[in-house]
């Protein structure tokens, strides 16, 4: 079965840095765009980034880009997320998630459980 | 962008009845990218419709979608107890991805 299992979260000062990974079996990593999503304690969902199956594509949200990078090593079937200067509006559980197709524009079917980041001093 | 706003905030409904949640989007949004999902506390979201209208797989039937343009609509035709928790519309035919602020639908 599909598995997402997501790594990496903690605790960071604000303007540190950190790098999420997600692990991913039970299908052809390769073939799938990859999403992160996350969602502040007691929030609402908020998209964050998404990449192509081969990696060549990748779209940001505002709020994030140019502080995030979304990359992944189809060799490992991972996914990653590294973070940079990161704000305490940034805390949040981060999910990594997978389309229901293999296209660009599919609706999440999969997604891990999360890895919390926090970001405080 | 384009933002999704959701309502109510909160539906207070009793078990057995019938649940309508609104999602009107900023722009057009093409009914093959609009989904919803639902989440339950301490859990992920779980994917119940996308393409507008249509379940995922494992979905009741209780559960349709239906909509176009910039107003969609997810009716929840018999409450049944797992079925209180919150609901998010997205749409996922433009970049930025984005999410509605979310429903929840709480037992009356």
């Known amino acids: 079965q599909v598995q997402l299992v997501e790594s990496g979260g903690g605790v960071v000062q604000p303007g540190g840095s950190l790098r999420l990974s997600c692990g991913a079996s039970?299908?052809?990593?390769?073939?799938?765009?990859i999403h992160w999503v996350r969602q502040a304690p007691g929030k609402g969902l908020e998209w964050v980034a998404v990449?192509?199956?081969?990696?060549?594509?990748?779209h940001y949200a505002d709020s994030v880009k140019g502080r995030f990078t979304i990359s992944r090593d189809n060799s490992k079937n991972t996914l990653y997320l590294e973070m940079t200067n990161l704000g305490t509006e940034d805390t949040a559980l981060y999910f990594c998630?997978?389309?229901?197709?293999?296209?660009?524009?599919?609706?999440?079917?999969?997604w891990g459980q999360g890895t919390l980041v926090t970001v405080s001093s | 962008e384009i933002v999704l706003t959701q309502s109510p905030g909160t539906l207070s409904v009793s078990p057995g009845e019938r649940a309508t949640l609104s999602c009107k989007t900023s722009?057009?949004?093409?009914?093959?990218?609009l989904a919803w999902y639902q989440q339950r506390p301490g859990q992920a979201p779980r994917l119940l419709i996308y393409?507008?209208?249509s379940r995922a797989t494992g979905i009741p039937d209780r559960f349709s979608g239906s909509g176009s343009g910039t107003d969609f609509t997810l009716t929840i035709s018999r409450l049944e107890p797992e079925d209180f928790a919150v609901y998010f519309c997205?749409?996922?035919?433009?970049?930025?991805?984005?999410f509605g602020q979310g429903t929840k639908v709480e037992i009356k």
């Open positions: 722009q057009n949004v093409y009914t093959t990218y």
């Open positions: 997205q749409q996922y035919g433009t970049s930025p991805w984005t």
């Open positions: 039970g299908f052809t990593f390769n073939t799938f765009t």
């Open positions: 998630a997978r389309g229901l197709s293999t296209g660009w524009y599919s609706a999440v079917q999969y």
């Open positions: 393409g507008t209208s």
């Open positions: 990449i192509s199956s081969d990696g060549s594509n990748k």
